[in-house]
C-alpha cells in the first residue's frame, strides 16, 4: 500500500508540472499577443484556458481521492494539501495570462494603455514569462539547494515587478500623463495581472520551500482579484 501511495504522490508531482508547462506556455502566447497586438494569438490563450482548467480539476479530484482511501498523516498530508493550494495559484495563473490576451483582444487593432508605458508593460512580460519558466523548473527540481536557488529567483523577479507596478500608477496619477480615461483603466488592470500572476507564482514557490525544508516564509497577503476588462469600458 505504502508503494502505491508513493506512486499516486508522484502523479499529482507530474500533473503540476503539466499544468505549469501550460501556464508557462499561455503567458508566453499572452505576453507575444499584448506586446504585438496579435489578436489570433490572443484567442488561443483564452480558449486554451480551459485546458488548464480542466487539469487543474481533475488533479483536485484525484488528490482529494487520494486523502479519502490513504488517509495520509503528518508530512504526507502537508504534500496533499500544499497539492491543492498549487494547483488552485496554477489555475488562477492561467486565468490571468487569458485576462492579458482579452485586454489585447478587445483593442485590437491598437495597443494597451498609454504609449508611454509600453516599454514597461513589455519588461513586466518579460519577467512573467520568466517566473513561468521558473515555476516548471521548481516544480520538477530534484534537490532542496536547487528548490531554494530557483525561488529565490522567483523572488528576485517578483520584486522587479512590484517596483514596475509601482511605476505604473505612479505614472497615471502624474499631471504629465496625456491619456484617455480607457487607456487609464486599461493599464491598470493590465499591471494588476501582471503583478499577480507573479505574485502566485511566490505562493507556490514558499510552499515548496516549506515542504523542502520545514521552514515557512511569509507570503505576501493576497489581494482580491480584479476582474477582465469589458469591451468599450
Same mark, same amino acid.
Given at each position: ?46 480558449? %486554451?484556458? *480551459?485546458?488548464?482548467?480542466?487539469? *487543474?480539476?481533475?488533479? %483536485? ?35 490571468? *495570462? ?23 508593460? @513589455? ?74 500572476? @507573479? ?35
Amino acid at each position: 500500500m505504502r508503494e502505491v501511495f508513493q506512486q499516486e504522490l508522484a502523479e499529482v508531482s507530474n500533473g503540476l508540472v503539466e499544468i505549469a508547462r501550460h501556464v508557462e506556455s499561455a503567458m508566453q502566447r499572452a505576453a507575444v499577443a499584448f506586446t504585438t497586438s496579435d489578436v489570433a494569438l490572443a484567442e488561443q490563450v483564452i480558449s %486554451d484556458d *480551459a485546458r488548464i482548467d480542466e487539469l *487543474a480539476i481533475a488533479l %483536485d479530484e484525484h488528490t482529494i481521492e487520494i486523502i479519502a482511501r490513504q488517509s495520509p498523516v503528518a508530512r504526507d498530508l502537508r504534500l496533499v494539501v500544499s497539492a491543492l493550494r498549487i494547483s488552485s495559484s496554477l489555475e488562477r495563473m492561467g486565468d490571468l *495570462a487569458a485576462h492579458i490576451a482579452a485586454l489585447a483582444r478587445y483593442r485590437f487593432p491598437g495597443g494597451v494603455g498609454p504609449n508611454t508605458l509600453r516599454p514597461v508593460f @513589455a519588461e513586466m512580460s518579460r519577467l512573467d514569462v520568466a517566473v513561468a519558466r521558473q515555476l516548471v523548473a521548481l516544480l520538477d527540481a530534484g534537490n532542496d539547494e536547487e528548490t531554494n536557488r530557483i525561488a529565490d529567483e522567483i523572488k528576485a523577479s517578483d520584486t522587479q515587478i512590484d517596483d514596475l507596478h509601482r511605476s505604473t500608477f505612479d505614472a497615471l496619477l502624474s499631471d504629465d500623463i496625456q491619456a484617455q480615461s480607457v487607456e487609464v483603466v486599461d493599464a491598470t488592470l493590465a499591471s494588476r495581472y501582471f503583478e499577480r500572476f @507573479a505574485d502566485h507564482a511566490v505562493s507556490i514557490a514558499q510552499k515548496v520551500q516549506y515542504l523542502t525544508s520545514g521552514e515557512w516564509m511569509q507570503e505576501k497577503e493576497p489581494s482580491t482579484p480584479v476582474a477582465p476588462v469589458t469591451p468599450g469600458a
